[in-house]
């Protein structure tokens, strides 16, 4: 499987490598592959590129991690109660629908572009995805499962922690993954527009020195960690579903 | 067994009415149903389907108050569920994401009884429907009729004085039948 | 259990309406600086105000046909691979996992590199809403198609439709549910690409140029207008969309 997979992206490589040799690209259009790879050498060595990588993932980190609990308590509320339901979801859903940039400017400026701006418009963007598959895990539980729970004189607390939360648990992680996902683009993004450290900025300002190799050197970075947080979790999930016995 | 009919009844069933709401018309499902039921007592109720069985059966579990009419267990109203009565479903209803073990295993939780002695009735109850050798499958892996037994031990490891069962239908063989207490 | 009591239907207006009153309250009492938070009448002011006078309707209109353009090509790009991947073992083998590596780079870092390209012309903002749109179509597209009943496929033999008849008598239509899924996808991250593409670059006119402007010129009052402005239309792309899809898949029977 990997071997057929490769041979496009080694070819397009290959095209690449032979463009700049022949001198048919230009600077502004691809930079040498071999002047990429030497950028990223200076970069690691100085610990550039380490530093900035670390300020990145720290801030999905904390506004994921902020987004993500508050999602999942909304979450919960929505899909548990007929009456949180009601009140939530046609504000969340109003709101939801402005762009998450479109509140950048807003929230610039009632927080200038600190570390709490990059944090919640991260853990917003996680947020959103989290509540609505956790409200819609926990309301999709069947009915017949919660009725096993009623005939064996479950307490509200043995409901949602022995049967609900397990049947919830596959929406639940979706809506984790497609959080996460969210939060590493949100993050790219207002590094791009408002930082002066981490892997956006370092794109932005190798953009402003018509620097190419740089951006490239970012961007293949931008892309390895997403990959990298996809896979994760997609390990972590499909081992919490082992009991969904997959046909072939 | 002769029981003598003096016993007082264990289980009454005074009068029940239950009419469903069905878009905004109504649909009578039971209509002065009234029945005795003595201990060791074995009732069968027959009809055609969508009769009210199931719904007589939710009735005494406790899974359904809106009615006309009382259900008394010892002369008690029924107002909710309880371990004394245990239900095998149409369906096995299992858990998906706990093994066979676990899901007989959790009828138990709400018991009091120590780990060991929790341990003891599962295995127990496993053996008696034949699935010992399956303690640790998943539901998924597991034939209809063998979900079913798990169910049915799990309805039984809380040793109920009632033992509902809502057409389980050919899950259960003669031989299984044959190893209820 | 007991059967369902219709629920009092003002409840999901409460938060609307108490936010509203805090927010009329916190003006009138002067708890909250106009400059920060300018009342609720005078955002409403400048909606109207823009929208009849001040442009706002150029803006939208220009925000709006970019993002059309966008959605276009990338959609129907999108589709086109997502086809080409579901239908053919091949290709799916060859571009698949290029593709999905490919996915992985977010969105936004492709800005840099597109506007080096592109450099301020119109071209470059179109692709890169293009490039937004087109994932979710591929994606869904791909998975739609990808596993068609067997049942229907050899029907298409029995019948002996060709390749373009299949597609279009038996794919297509087995697909449409989830190109749907994809297609609302498709919407959704290209007006977030367009707007955050005329926020970054400082496109004008456009309605995200028209936010930097509130912005960098401190007028809260524009900022919130255009806020307005845009829940206004993503509840009114999201309606279209469900009603689109309900009519389709109605058809579908």
Redesign the interface.
Request: hydrophobic share 65%; charged share 5%.
């Given at each position: 499987m990997l071997g057929a997979g490769a041979a496009v992206p080694v070819a397009l490589l290959a095209v690449w490598v032979l463009s700049a040799r022949q001198g048919w690209l230009t600077e502004q259009i691809l930079p040498d592959p071999r002047e990429v790879l030497q950028t990223t050498r200076d970069y690691v060595t100085s610990g550039e590129l380490l530093a900035d990588t670390a300020i990145s993932l720290r801030r999905v980190a904390e506004g994921f991690a902020a987004g993500a609990v508050i999602g999942l308590v909304i979450g919960a509320a929505q899909g548990l109660s007929q009456g949180a339901r009601a009140i939530l979801e046609l504000p969340f859903f109003v709101i939801s629908q402005v762009p998450i940039l479109g509140w950048l400017p807003l929230l610039i400026l009632l927080v200038g572009i600190d570390e709490e701006l990059k944090v919640i418009v991260i853990a917003w963007s996680a947020f959103v995805p989290v509540a609505l598959n956790t409200a819609q895990g926990m309301r999709d539980v069947p009915r017949t499962l919660r009725e096993v729970g009623q005939v064996l004189t479950f307490d509200p607390w043995s409901m949602l922690s022995r049967i609900i939360l397990p049947a919830a648990l596959p929406s639940i992680f979706t809506g984790l993954r497609e959080g996460l996902a969210h939060s590493w683009q949100t993050l790219v993004a207002v590094e791009l527009f408002a930082s002066s450290e981490g892997l956006g900025y370092l794109m932005s300002w190798g953009r402003q020195l018509f620097q190419l190799d740089i951006v490239v050197m970012a961007l293949v970075v931008v892309g390895a960690i997403g990959l990298v947080l996809n896979w994760t979790l997609g390990r972590v999930e499909r081992r919490l579903r082992r009991w969904q016995v997959q046909t072939a | 067994m002769h029981i003598p009919h003096d016993t007082k009844p264990v289980l009454e069933i005074d009068r029940v009415d239950k009419t469903f709401h069905v878009a905004g018309r109504p649909v009578p499902a039971l209509r002065d149903v009234s029945l005795d039921v003595r201990p060791g007592e074995f009732v069968a109720i027959v009809g055609a389907s969508g009769c009210g069985k199931s719904t007589l059966l939710r009735l005494i579990l406790g899974l359904d108050t809106d009615y006309q009419g009382e259900v008394r267990v010892d002369g008690r109203r029924v107002e909710r569920p309880g371990l004394d009565r245990a239900i095998v479903f149409q369906e096995p209803r299992l858990l998906p994401w706990l093994s066979a073990e676990g899901n007989v295993a959790m009828a138990l939780r709400r018991s009091g009884l120590p780990k060991a002695e929790r341990r003891q009735l599962v295995s127990e109850h496993l053996k008696l429907v034949g699935l010992t050798a399956f303690a640790d499958a998943w539901p998924a892996q597991l034939s209809g009729g063998m979900a079913q037994r798990v169910a049915l031990a799990r309805a039984l490891v809380n040793r109920p004085r009632f033992l509902l069962m809502d057409e389980p239908l050919g899950a259960l063989d003669a031989l299984t039948r044959l190893r209820l207490h | 259990?007991?059967?369902r009591l219709p629920?009092?239907p003002w409840?999901?207006?409460?938060?609307?309406l108490v936010?509203l009153a805090l927010w009329e309250l916190a003006s009138r009492a002067g708890w909250s600086d106009a400059r920060?938070l300018p009342p609720p009448e005078t955002v409403l002011h400048r909606v109207w105000f823009e929208t009849t006078q001040g442009g706002l309707a150029t803006d939208l209109a220009a925000s709006l046909r970019r993002g059309a353009s966008g959605l276009l090509i990338g959609a129907s790009a999108g589709v086109t691979l997502g086809l080409l991947l579901g239908l053919s073992r091949v290709a799916e083998?060859?571009?698949?996992?290029?593709f999905l590596?490919?996915r992985?780079?977010?969105?936004?870092?492709?800005?840099?590199?597109l506007?080096?390209?592109f450099g301020g012309a119109e071209a470059g903002k179109i692709a890169f809403i293009s490039h937004a749109a087109m994932a979710p179509a591929v994606v869904n597209t791909w998975r739609g198609s990808r596993d068609i009943p067997r049942a229907h496929v050899e029907l298409a033999a029995v019948l002996t439709f060709g390749r373009l008849d299949f597609i279009r008598f038996v794919a297509l239509p087995g697909a449409l549910p989830f190109v749907l899924v994809g297609l609302r996808s498709s919407l959704?991250y290209a007006?977030?690409a367009t707007?955050?593409a005329e926020?970054?670059l400082n496109i004008a006119p456009g309605l995200?140029g028209r936010?930097?402007e509130?912005?960098e010129t401190?007028q809260?009052d524009l900022?919130?207008a255009?806020?307005v402005v845009?829940?206004a239309?993503?509840?009114a792309?999201?309606r279209v969309a469900a009603i689109g899809e309900a009519r389709l898949l109605r058809r579908r029977g």
């Open positions: - | - | 259990m007991i059967a629920l009092p409840r999901p207006l409460l938060i609307p936010v920060f083998r060859l571009l698949g996992p290029l590596a490919y992985q780079v977010a969105l936004f870092a492709w800005v840099p590199l506007s080096m390209w959704i007006w977030l707007i955050g926020l970054f995200g936010l930097n509130g912005r401190f809260m900022v919130l255009c806020i845009l829940g239309l993503g509840v792309f999201s």
